[in-house]
């Protein structure tokens, strides 16, 4: 096995195994892809590639140049919150309508396409900033991942397609396998609004906690 090909494997098998655990990104490309087709799921999910490429990028720089775990955090988890509580009250309003579906266009105005619902849902997800940061340094201490840039270049290709195949598999099972979307919309509206709303909860705890813990420092 060759150091690149290495490198690049384990960017893949890092990002598709943490695809693979139901959390808001895909499920919500499940959701898509079952009420909207495949395209706008796609579209979705590109978008969360895009700005997860872009957060890895940005803590390879380290902990040292960029406060990614100080400032940064602290816009994006109440940001995150907003984000959250909005989807959610939306999918709630939306399980009470009887025998009419709506796109999550439709309940969201402010958000013209999936992608853009895409685009702020991953980039306003707080938890991958540690993540990448803790998973980077752990490379490096192994020695597979070294500080040049064609290092950087095949772990950040790793990560895109292990991510979107991880996405893929939940697009897939959305638009294959779940094909009688309007027969459960109401429940499914449902438990995508308790999902938001639990990760929301989750977040203010995290904001609470730092808050707190800044207090006592």
């Known amino acids: 096995m060759t150091h690149d090909f290495k490198v690049a494997f384990s960017g893949l098998l890092i990002s598709f ?3 693979l655990p139901l959390g808001t990104l895909n499920l919500t490309a499940f959701e ?23 957060v890895v990028r940005l803590t390879l720089f380290g902990n040292e140049r960029l406060p990614l775990k100080g400032k940064v955090m602290d816009y ?5 919150i907003v984000l959250l509580m909005y989807l959610s009250v ?3 309003m939306d399980s009470t309508r009887m025998g009419e579906v709506d796109s999550k266009i439709g309940l969201l105005p402010r958000f013209k396409s999936t992608f853009v619902l895409g685009f702020l849902l991953s980039a306003l997800n707080p938890l991958q900033i540690p993540f990448w940061m803790t998973w980077n340094k752990v490379l490096e201490s192994k020695g597979i991942l070294e500080n040049k840039k064609g290092d950087y270049a095949f772990y950040i290709s790793g990560i895109g397609t292990g991510t979107l195949i991880g996405l893929g598999a939940f697009v897939l099972a959305g638009k294959y396998i779940f094909t009688n979307y309007n027969d459960y919309s109401k429940v499914t509206n449902l438990l995508m609004g308790l999902l938001y709303l639990g990760f929301s909860f989750y977040l203010m705890y995290l904001f609470i906690k730092k808050r707190f813990k800044y207090k006592t420092q």
Request: proline share 3%.
């Open 90 to 92: 939306s999918h709630f």
């Open 32 to 54: 898509i892809a079952a009420s909207q087709g495949l395209l706008s799921a796609v579209w979705f999910c590109i978008a969360v590639v895009l700005v997860e490429l872009v």
């Open 17 to 19: 195994l943490g695809a």
């Open 76 to 80: 994006l988890l109440p940001l995150g």
